[in-house]
């Protein structure tokens, strides 16, 4: 079968390997694709909001399934662009995509249904938000309603932490038409771990966890980014909180979905916070994690094509996921300057250094193909992923890896999944 794979990311080369294993799939494209995917898929020029374009081509192609890798498309409706062209897609419709796509909508679930949540309210008045900051207890937590690449959250210390930070999303929109509505939230304590799971609907079945490093510095410093690293699977993520997750939280949510009239089909990330009251939500994604997927994906020990079909088919109550007992770890390899200013075009040096490697893998991020070689070209560049029986041994080989690439303005966290050894 023909497998057309949109996005350009390391979550969607993780994707690309992951689908490249399945003995069904001859053929995979990737639109827009990157230098790393193209040594699995032919990258076609099409941008990810260029709906038409992807339908039209998937269709000349004969593409068999469509699998949707970023927010950004989701929430505004691709799936149902590319059905209306009869195609199979992998991927939640618009009107389940608004899980991600508002936090106003998915905190106003949360408390309808009863799902543990931190305490919120909603404003869309900057001068509302800062009235009500002024009997705020602090820190406390302010997010940008809609999408913003993962840094529309900011963690207040101070009422003067607030208020700047309600100018910031509101009013200066520095994360664009996300500011315009706002949610503010108690700030809640203890470890976070990211759980991925996978919907058709009805039947909720969970991924291997993992936690990642949002923060841009070491010792979790500076500024939100899309992911630093991450590792798989949790120790804080025991079998005791599973169950009470699948109870309280993750099938409470896909039947909250449902008798609300958006059926969710596709995977549903749940972004959780294990406090002493017991796991809460932070945030729901509408697909995949990056860097999530670069650690979760290599594990899995189903073929990724039959579990996507069984989701859009809805027969996913059949379907036994199995992973690896063993561990991943990510660290990604971020352009000096990021989340900010950063320079593009260096010269990467080492790639080839992973090749017949077992248990190493490159998952390309931000590159580009030049006259020159590969080349940087985000700020986020490569996440340089590897597996050991043990989250110790694979955070060794992960950091071991990391030696192996150079290129100008390389900058990286030297601490993730520094936690494990804690356990």
């Known amino acids: 079968m023909k497998v057309l794979i949109v996005g350009g990311g390391g979550r969607e080369h993780a994707i690309a390997f992951a689908v490249s294993k399945s003995p069904k799939v001859d053929k995979i494209y990737c639109a827009p694709g990157n230098a790393g995917i193209a040594d699995l898929a032919e990258c076609v020029d099409i941008q990810v909001m260029d709906f038409e374009e992807i339908a039209k081509f998937a269709k000349k192609t004969g593409v068999d399934l469509v699998i949707v890798g970023p927010d950004d498309p989701l929430a505004a409706g691709i799936v149902d662009v590319l059905r209306g062209y009869g195609l199979k897609v992998f991927g939640p419709d ?14 106003d679930l949360m408390k309808k249904y009863n799902i543990p949540t931190a305490e919120y309210e909603v404003f869309d008045n900057a001068d509302k938000a800062l009235a009500y900051l002024k009997d705020s207890r602090f820190p406390i937590v302010l997010k940008a309603d809609g999408l ?10 101070t009422p003067e932490e607030a208020e700047a930070g309600v100018k910031e999303i509101m009013l200066d929109k520095k994360f664009g038409m996300a500011g315009n509505r706002m949610v503010i939230e108690e700030y809640m304590t203890g470890r976070e771990v990211s759980v991925l799971t996978f919907c058709d609907g009805k039947t909720i079945k969970v991924m291997s966890s993992a936690q990642d490093h949002k923060r841009a510095g070491d010792g979790d410093t ?12 949790s120790p804080f993520y025991t079998a005791k909180i599973d169950e009470y997750c699948k109870k309280h939280i993750y099938k409470p949510t896909v039947d909250a979905m449902a008798k609300e009239g958006r059926p969710f089909k596709g995977v549903i990330f749940f972004g959780l916070m294990l406090t002493e009251d017991g796991p809460k939500v932070l945030e729901f994604n509408a697909r995949f994690g990056d860097p999530e997927a670069q650690v979760v994906l290599p594990r899995m020990k189903n073929d990724i094509i039959d579990v996507m079909l069984s989701c859009v088919d809805g027969t996913l109550g059949k379907v036994k996921l199995e992973f690896e007992d063993n561990a991943a770890v990510c660290v ?6 990021y989340p900010e200013k950063y320079e593009r075009g260096f010269v990467i040096r080492g790639l080839d250094s992973f090749d017949g490697k077992e248990g190493y893998y490159v998952f390309h991020s931000g590159t580009k193909k030049t006259g020159k070689g590969i080349v940087t070209n985000g700020g986020r560049v ?25 290129f100008d303005n390389k900058y990286y966290r030297h601490d993730i999944g520094k936690a494990i050894e804690e356990v």
């Not at 618009?94 to 905190?107: D, T």
């Open 148 to 157: 913003a690449l993962g840094k529309g959250v900011l963690i207040c210390n």
């Open 382 to 406: 490569l996440g340089i992923t590897a597996k050991g029986d043990n989250l110790i041994e694979a955070r060794a080989r992960a950091y071991e890896a990391v030696e192996w690439i150079d």
């Open 332 to 337: 990604m390899l971020a352009s000096k300057g």
């Open 94 to 107: 618009g009107k389940a995509a608004i899980l991600e796509g508002s936090k106003a909508f998915s905190k």
């Open 222 to 233: 500076g500024l939100n980014t899309g992911g630093m690293g991450t590792f798989s699977p």
